[in-house]
C-alpha cells in the first residue's frame, strides 16, 4: 500500500507531486497492525476549532484518530492525535500547518470468544511526531463520527477522512501482526 499508487484506495486520488489526497479507504483489509503514514496540513489562518484542517485516520472504518490543526492548542480528544471523544493525547505534538508530521500506529482489534461474547477490547498505541501520546488504550465503544454502531474483530479498511479540508497523506505502510 502506497499514498503514490490510487489504485490501492477507493476513490483515491494523487495529486502531481505524487501526494494522497484525502477522502479515501483502502481496498485491502486489515486486523491486527503497525501502521505508518506522513501527513500535510494546510494553513487556514482564520478559520477555527474543527475548520483547522479536519481529517482524521480510522481504523477497521471504525476508530478515529484525529488530523486536525491543533498547533498551539491544547490537545484533547476531537484534537490531533486523539481518539476522538475516547482519549486525549498524552501531549500536544502537532506542529504548525504546512509541515509534514507522522503518526506511528499500533493496533490490535477486538477479540470475541466462541459464542460471540467480546472478551477483550480493541486497543491503540499511537506516537505522533515520534513521541507517545496514546499508550495501549481500550476502545470500548467506536467513534461517534465513524457512523458504524457494531463492533467485530474482522478486518477492516483504512479511512483518511475527507472533512472539506485539503489534507493530504504520503509514505503509507502497513506490517500485518
Given at each position: 500500500m502506497t499514498a503514490k499508487n490510487a489504485d490501492a484506495w477507493k476513490d483515491g486520488k494523487v495529486d502531481?507531486?505524487?501526494?494522497l489526497r484525502c477522502?479515501?479507504?483502502?481496498?485491502?483489509?486489515?486486523?491486527?497492525y503497525t501502521l505508518h503514514l506522513e501527513f500535510l496540513l494546510?494553513?487556514?489562518?482564520?478559520?477555527?476549532?474543527q475548520g483547522r484542517a479536519n481529517?482524521?485516520?480510522?481504523?477497521?472504518?471504525?476508530?478515529?484518530?484525529?488530523?486536525?490543526?491543533s498547533f498551539g492548542?491544547?490537545?484533547?480528544?476531537?484534537e490531533c492525535g486523539g481518539i476522538y471523544t475516547i482519549s486525549a493525547p498524552k501531549v500536544n505534538l502537532?506542529?504548525?500547518?504546512?509541515?509534514?508530521?507522522?503518526?506511528?500506529?499500533?493496533?490490535?482489534?477486538a477479540r470475541f470468544d466462541a459464542q460471540g461474547q467480546r472478551t477483550a477490547p480493541a486497543r491503540i498505541t499511537v506516537r505522533h511526531n515520534g513521541i507517545l501520546?496514546?499508550?495501549?488504550?481500550?476502545?470500548?465503544?467506536?467513534?461517534?463520527?465513524?457512523?458504524?454502531?457494531?463492533i467485530t474483530d474482522t478486518p477492516g479498511p483504512f479511512q483518511l477522512q475527507e472533512h472539506g479540508n485539503p489534507v493530504y497523506y504520503r509514505n503509507i505502510w502497513v506490517v500485518v501482526k
Open positions: 502531481e507531486r505524487g501526494f477522502g479515501t479507504t483502502s481496498k485491502e483489509l486489515f486486523k491486527d494546510p494553513f487556514k489562518p482564520f478559520a477555527r476549532g481529517s482524521g485516520v480510522y481504523h477497521q472504518d471504525r476508530y478515529e484518530v484525529q488530523v486536525l490543526d492548542l491544547k490537545g484533547e480528544n476531537n502537532c506542529y504548525p500547518p504546512l509541515q509534514w508530521q507522522t503518526y506511528d500506529v499500533e493496533f490490535t482489534a501520546i496514546q499508550d495501549n488504550v481500550d476502545l470500548p465503544h467506536t467513534t461517534t463520527s465513524s457512523g458504524i454502531k457494531t
